[in-house]
């Protein structure tokens, strides 16, 4: 006597092995930092120097530091 698993046992299952599988799954490799700190709060603040420079080169705002 065979019978499909309900909605919420196909559920459990799935939930079962997607815990199981993360559990289990193998360390990611520790990557190199690609970006600098300096980089990464420029980008984060949305700062790009060419704009400015360019902005001064044109005579428009005075360059702040």
């Given at each position: 006597?065979?019978?499909?698993?309900?909605?919420?046992?196909?559920?459990?299952?799935?939930?079962?092995?997607e815990r199981?599988?993360?559990?289990?799954?193998?360390?990611?490799?520790?990557?190199e930092?690609?970006?600098?700190?300096?980089?990464?709060?420029?980008?984060?603040?949305?700062?790009?120097?060419?704009?400015?420079?360019?902005?001064?080169?044109?005579?428009?705002?005075?360059?702040?530091?």
């Amino acid at each position: 006597m065979s019978r499909s698993p309900s909605a919420e046992e196909s559920a459990a299952i799935a939930a079962a092995v997607e815990r199981f599988l993360a559990e289990t799954a193998p360390a990611g490799a520790a990557e190199e930092e690609a970006t600098s700190p300096w980089q990464r709060a420029a980008l984060a603040e949305g700062v790009g120097a060419k704009g400015i420079v360019q902005k001064h080169l044109e005579g428009g705002e005075r360059w702040q530091s």
